[in-house]
C-alpha cells in the first residue's frame, strides 16, 4: 500500500490513492488517482461502467475500496492509520466523516413518507447537530435557495422530478458539506428538467464548497468545471481542465468518447 | 351533445362545387352525427343478477332460519352474553392475545433482523426457528410446553455446562397460562418475523444509502426511515395475523386455561346448553375481530402518508367503492 501522501502545504479537499475495487472478478476500479483542491468543481466523465460511480461512492465510504485509501481534507476515511496497517473505523466515526460530506443520488432517494422540510431537517435534528427549530428555520432558507419555497409540506410524489432533485440538494446542503458529490444527477430526469438542476448545481460553484460531479452533461462540465476527469476501464485516462481534456483532447479513447457524447 | 346547428343543415350539404375539406365538416357526414347523438346501451349481464338473486334468496332462508329455530336459544344466548365467568374468560382472551402479540412481535423483529445481517450464524439460527415453528402446529407445540415438567423435570440458571446458580421444579414454573403465553408468542415470533422481513425488503436500498449518506447511524436509519416505509406492506398482514391469533388463543382451553371459549365450555358441562353458549363465545369473536378491522383500517390510513394510495384518498374509500359498483345517476 502506498503511503499517505498528503500535500505538506495545504490538505486536497479530496485525494485518492491507489483505488482498487473488485465486484467478483469484475475490476471496477483500476488504480486511480485523484486530486480535488479545496473549492474545486470537478466533473467526471467517461462510458457507462467505466467506474464513476464507485469512485464517488468510495469518497464517502458508501463503498469499501479493497486496496488504496481516500482522504478529505487530509482526514483517511473508512480507515485509521496505525503504524503499517490501516485499521477500518467504527460505525460511529465514519458517520461523523460521512455527515460532512454530501450526496445527490441519481434517482434522488427523498424519503417518500416525509415531506420536502422534513426530508431536508430530518437528518439535522436526528443527529442531534441542531435543534427541532433550527433545522426547520435552515431548511426554509435552502428551499428557498433551490426555488422551492412553497414546496416546503409537499410529499415527494407531489414534486416534479426536477423538484426533486433540487430537494434532494437541498437536503445535502442542510449538512453544511464542505464537498459535495453529484452522482449523475441529472441522469434521471426529462430533458427539460436538466437546466433546472444544473442551475442549482453552478450556483454552488464558486462558493467555496468543493464539488465533485458525475454526469454526462458536457456543456455543464465545459461552463463550471475546474478540473475534467476521463475514467475508462476503472482507470483515469486523462485528466485537466475542459479546454484541455474537452477541447484538445489527447488521449484517443476520450476523443472517441466526446464525438459519441456531444 | 347533438348542436342543433349541424342537425339544422339537410344531409344534401356535401354536394358543395368546391374541394371538399379534409377532415369534412361534421354536417357534411351524417352519419358521424348519428353515431354521436347516439345513446349507448350498457351490455345487460343476466347472470350477474341471477346469481345475486340465488345468493340473496340462501342470505334471507340463513337469516329466517337464524330466527326462527327455537334450539338457537337466543333468550338463553341473551342471559349468558354478560355471565361473570363469560366476562372473566373474555378479558383473558384479550390479555393474553395483547401480551402474545407485544412480545411475539418484539421477538418477530430481532428474528427478521438476524435474517437479515451479515452474520451466517445468525441467519441460520433465525431461518431454523422460523423453520421449526412453523413446523409444528401451535396445539402441539402448546401440549409440548404444558409437559415441559415431564421434560425437564427442573430448569436451571448458571454457566453453561458448569455450575448452577438458581434452580426451579419446572411443573411450578409452567402453569397452563405460562405455556400458552410461550407456545403463542413463539407462534407469533416465526409468522411475524416473515411479515416484518418482507415489509424491510419492500423498501428501497436507496433509502438506506440516502440516510447513509445524511450520516444516520444503523438503529437510526431503521427507525425513522426504513421501519415507517415498511408499515404500509406490514400492517395488512399483522392485522390479518391479529385477528388469527384472537381467535386461535381459543386453543389454550385444552389445557384448561380459561379464555372465552373455555368459560362456556365449562357452563355447558354443567347445564348443556352446548349451542347457546358456543354462540355467546361466537359472537364476542365477532365483536372483537369488527373492531380490529375497523382499527386496522385507521393504522393503514395513518401509514398511507405520501404514497398515492392514501391520505385524503383513504377517506373516501367506502365512498368510491360505493361508487364504483353502484352506477347511480351516471347519465
Known amino acids: 500500500m502506498s503511503s499517505t501522501t498528503t500535500s505538506p502545504t495545504r490538505a486536497a479537499a479530496v485525494e485518492v490513492r491507489g483505488a482498487h475495487k473488485w465486484y467478483g472478478a469484475n475490476r471496477v476500479l483500476d488504480g486511480v488517482d485523484l486530486t480535488v483542491q479545496p473549492g474545486q468543481v470537478a466533473v467526471i466523465l467517461g462510458p457507462s461502467g467505466s467506474g464513476k460511480s464507485t469512485l464517488l461512492r468510495a469518497i464517502n465510504h458508501l463503498e469499501q475500496l479493497d486496496v488504496g485509501h481516500v482522504s478529505v481534507n487530509g482526514e483517511l476515511i473508512g480507515v485509521r492509520r496505525h503504524g503499517e496497517r490501516l485499521k477500518e473505523l467504527g460505525e460511529r466515526a465514519i458517520l461523523a466523516q460521512r455527515a460532512g460530506i454530501g450526496f445527490v443520488f441519481q434517482g434522488f432517494n427523498l424519503f417518500p413518507h416525509l415531506t420536502a422540510l422534513e426530508n431536508i431537517a430530518a437528518a439535522p435534528v436526528a443527529t442531534g447537530r441542531a435543534t427541532r427549530e433550527e433545522a426547520r428555520a435552515t431548511a426554509l432558507d435552502l428551499l428557498a435557495r433551490v426555488g422551492l419555497a412553497d414546496k416546503a409540506d409537499a410529499y415527494p410524489r407531489q414534486l416534479s422530478g426536477g423538484q426533486q432533485q433540487r ?4 437536503r445535502a446542503l442542510a449538512q453544511r458539506p464542505g464537498l459535495i458529490l453529484f452522482d449523475e444527477p441529472t441522469s434521471a430526469l426529462d430533458p427539460e428538467l436538466v437546466g433546472e438542476v444544473l442551475a442549482v448545481i453552478r450556483d454552488l460553484a464558486g462558493s467555496g464548497t468543493t464539488l465533485i460531479v458525475v454526469t454526462h452533461e458536457i456543456g455543464f462540465a465545459r461552463e463550471v468545471a475546474d478540473l475534467v476527469v476521463f475514467l475508462d476501464g476503472g482507470h483515469i485516462v486523462e485528466q485537466g481542465t475542459p479546454a484541455e481534456v474537452l477541447d484538445n483532447p489527447q488521449h484517443p479513447r476520450t476523443r472517441e468518447f466526446l464525438s459519441k457524447v456531444l | 351533445m347533438s348542436s342543433p346547428v349541424a342537425a339544422g343543415h339537410p344531409p344534401a350539404a356535401p354536394s358543395s362545387p368546391s374541394a371538399p375539406p379534409f377532415p369534412p ?40 332460519t337464524l330466527l326462527t329455530n327455537r334450539r338457537f336459544q337466543w333468550d338463553v344466548v341473551g342471559s349468558y352474553f354478560l355471565n361473570g365467568s363469560i366476562v372473566d374468560g373474555l378479558k383473558l382472551t384479550l390479555w393474553l392475545t395483547a401480551a402474545v402479540m407485544a412480545s411475539g412481535y418484539l421477538l418477530a423483529v430481532g428474528v427478521a433482523a438476524m435474517r437479515l445481517s451479515g452474520n451466517p450464524v445468525l441467519r441460520s439460527l433465525s431461518f431454523g426457528f422460523v423453520w421449526l415453528v412453523r413446523s409444528v402446529p401451535p396445539l402441539v407445540q402448546l401440549l409440548f410446553w404444558y409437559e415441559l415438567a415431564s421434560l425437564y423435570p427442573q430448569l436451571s440458571l448458571g454457566i453453561p455446562f458448569g455450575h448452577e446458580f438458581v434452580t426451579v421444579r419446572t411443573a411450578h414454573l409452567f402453569s397452563g397460562i405460562l405455556a400458552a403465553f410461550v407456545g403463542l408468542t413463539l407462534d407469533v415470533a416465526a409468522f411475524a418475523s416473515e411479515i416484518v422481513r418482507g415489509g424491510i425488503l419492500s423498501v428501497e436500498h436507496g433509502q438506506t444509502e440516502a440516510a447513509e449518506a445524511l450520516g444516520l447511524g444503523k438503529v437510526r436509519i431503521f427507525r425513522r426511515i426504513v421501519l415507517p416505509q415498511a408499515m404500509p406492506a406490514i400492517v395488512p398482514a399483522s392485522g390479518n395475523l391479529l385477528i388469527g391469533m384472537l381467535k386461535a388463543t381459543s386453543i389454550v382451553s385444552v389445557i384448561a386455561v380459561q379464555d372465552l371459549l373455555y368459560s362456556s365450555q365449562l357452563i355447558y358441562n354443567q347445564n348443556y346448553l352446548i349451542i347457546p353458549l358456543l354462540l355467546v363465545a361466537t359472537l364476542w369473536y365477532i365483536i372483537l375481530t369488527t373492531l380490529l378491522s375497523i382499527g386496522q383500517f385507521f393504522v393503514e390510513r395513518h401509514y398511507a402518508r405520501g404514497s398515492n394510495r392514501g391520505g385524503g384518498s383513504a377517506r373516501t374509500g367506502f365512498w368510491q367503492l360505493f361508487r364504483g359498483n353502484v352506477p347511480l345517476g351516471l347519465s
Open chain 2, 25 to 64: 365538416a361534421l354536417h357534411e357526414r351524417p352519419e358521424d352525427e348519428q353515431l354521436l347523438a347516439a345513446k349507448l346501451v350498457p351490455l345487460r349481464r343476466p347472470g350477474q343478477w341471477a346469481s345475486a338473486l340465488v345468493l340473496v334468496v340462501l342470505l334471507a332462508m340463513l337469516v329466517h
Open chain 1, 167 to 170: 430537494v434532494a440538494i437541498a
